[in-house]
């Protein structure tokens, strides 16, 4: 019953290498999303996918790009990363129901 | 454009005492969801609790209970008998159209 998992917990990459972070759920929720925290904030919305083969921008989309390969599987690639784009990212799972969001344990990311 | 505001970036408690934690929700719309998340030193996000702006009943769930108050757009967290597990940064956000709009924050610490 892993819930929303999301790899890698941590990366260390160079400007300018690509990544991309990878995220499933096993609770068969429609929606997903991506998330970065950045310190003394709270989640800003990357990118969303409201259902299988749809996604949609979010607060702050510039720098990624995003998949939604199934209905258990969203990712978010970075093509270039950049030293803004150190944070922590978390995938979610879920919305608009009773049921709340659930999401992965997050992945700390750092651009050097 | 929706809003949440936490305005206590830090808040103390004896263990065992009751203490309140403050948000505001701001939007146009008239059916939403309303969340307190913790995110504990493990960077867990852990759903504390969930009300449905349409319900007047305010939520509950064991110690934790909610203050909702929709014309003044006050969404509160009580937690009761304060434990040092619950040590950890509380988040409000506010969900309209599968976007979870956060608030920043606020540190909640445990005295024993």
């Known amino acids: 019953n892993a819930g929303v998992t999301q790899t890698p917990k941590f990366q260390v990459l160079k400007t300018g290498q690509s990544m991309t972070l990878q995220c499933a759920q096993d609770m068969n929720h429609n929606s997903m999303y991506w998330y970065r925290q950045d310190p003394g904030m709270g989640l800003r919305l990357i990118y969303y996918?409201?259902?299988?083969?749809?996604?949609d921008k979010g607060e702050v989309p510039n720098g990624y790009n995003v998949s939604r390969l199934n209905k258990r599987e969203f990712s978010l690639r970075l093509e270039s990363a950049a030293p803004s784009q150190t944070s922590v990212y978390f995938c979610?799972?879920?919305?608009?129901?009773?049921?709340?969001?659930?999401f992965g344990s997050g992945t700390r990311l750092t651009v050097v | 454009a929706q809003t949440v505001t936490q305005s206590q970036p830090e808040m103390s408690v004896q263990e065992a005492e009751t203490v309140t934690l403050s948000c505001t929700y701001d939007t146009s719309e008239s059916d939403y969801y309303l969340f307190w998340y913790k995110q504990p030193p493990s960077r867990q996000m852990i759903l504390v609790i969930r009300q449905e702006a349409y319900k007047q009943q305010n939520a509950t769930e064991n110690r934790f209970s909610v203050n909702f108050q929709k014309a003044a757009k006050s969404f509160s967290l009580k937690i009761s008998d304060s434990q040092l597990g619950d040590a950890a940064m509380y988040f409000c956000a506010g969900d309209s159209n599968y976007q979870l709009i956060w608030g920043a924050g606020t540190k909640l610490i445990i005295k024993p």
């Open positions: 996918s409201a259902s299988e083969g749809t996604t």
């Open positions: 979610a799972g879920g919305g608009g129901t009773n049921y709340g969001y659930t």
